[in-house]
């Protein structure tokens, strides 16, 4: 896609001027440095604050202010049904129907909900697929759902293996290794985007797989939500859950997200922790003894949602609805392969990129050496990434804020800085 004409910066340049879907930088404060503004690739892990939070928070502040308890019913936005200005744009983010999805809680008291519903062991089907690296908190909630269960976790969760020199597991090999575990396989619980390869997975093909076993199937989004475009709904996906604060920009400890598959709704068997707000809307305000659920995702909230967080939340939803998660995965897949090529073209032999091209915007580079004072050389120069054990950066061109000239700028100080 790139030639050595592109290796300048009035050939970035360019490219920025030649984007349509450049315009959405403006909606974004920046970091400062000390030389001006700073080079922000690390979304992955907090996206920027867009310019419309402040003012979406302060509406809901002035209305505290002005009706108090009132406020839940009056004001431009009533807080009762305040969750459901996200769920149309959650439906679009993910591929889902608007039954299936919901703003609750946070990622991993999410993932915990959805194991209590969907991790149900027995003798002899009792296996958990993951990936390999997962995410630690991910692997502590499925060793401690494991051991609440009764089993061990050394013999119940089984990690994904690459092949013998391979740092990321081959599509046909998740297969393989689904079919492989068959009748004692009860879940198969991946990131979809791993946190630190970047490698994406294939939904619809690994949940068939899982589903063909007899096992569940469900996802972690907290890398491809905002960030990858997904049909959960019609790739039959189980349950998936997600955060807010990477690439949704809702603030650090932004609200999460959860979907369930609609063909779960109403099957009594499936147990569930509840709570008052996932109690029927027509209902709930007679306080009655007896749980009556939603029928929809929304019977798996427990609490009253924070209101702040939710308009925090509602600033950045607006502009992806007004962006679309399709535009943004093309212009994401340009940039990043931009990155890529600057990387290989300017620092040749000095690292190496183990993201597959099976990929969202987020690639991890691997130093040949020196890697932890390298970081603290690009943090004085105005660059912000992360630095990962023992050897890994993770760098993030996102598509929402990043420009083609933030990637050259960045590869021409890495270039100086090895």
Known sequence: MYQSTHNHIDSAKDLDASDPMSVFRSRFHFP???????????????????????KAIETELDSWAEYGVEGHFEGPHPWLPYHE??????ANLVGAKNSEVVAMNTLTVNLHLMLVSFYRPTRTRFKILIENNTFPSDKYALDSQVRF????????????????????????????????????????????????????????????AAHKNGALCGFNLAHGAGNLTMNLHDDDVDFAVWCTYKYLNSGPGGLAGAFVHEKHFGDKKIPRFEGW?????????????????????????????????????RASMNIFDEAGIGNLRARGDKLTSYLEYLLKENCEGKLDIITPKARGSM??????????PLVKILREKGVILDFREPDILRVTPVPLYNSYEDCYRFVQIMKESI
Request: glycine letters at 8%.
């Open 32 to 54: 400062k440095s000390p030389g001006g503004q700073g080079l922000y690739f690390c979304g992955h892990s907090l996206g920027l604050q867009p310019k419309d939070t402040r």
């Open 363 to 372: 690639l991890s580079i691997q130093m040949k050496k020196d890697p932890k």
């Open 85 to 90: 200005n996200i769920t149309k744009s959650f």
């Open 149 to 208: 269960h009764g089993f061990d976790p050394a013999l119940t969760i089984v990690e994904l293996q690459p092949a013998p020199g391979k740092k990321t597991v081959e599509p046909e090999d998740v297969i393989a290794q689904i079919n492989a575990l068959g009748d004692s396989l009860a879940l198969v619980m991946l990131g979809n985007c791993n946190y630190l390869s970047g490698q994406c997975f294939n939904f619809k093909e690994i949940t068939a």
């Open 277 to 313: 707000w996932g109690h029927d809307k027509n209902s709930r305000f007679k306080m009655g003894p007896t749980f009556e659920p939603i029928p929809t995702v929304e019977a798996w909230q427990l609490s009253n949602p924070p209101i702040f967080q939710l308009a925090s939340l």
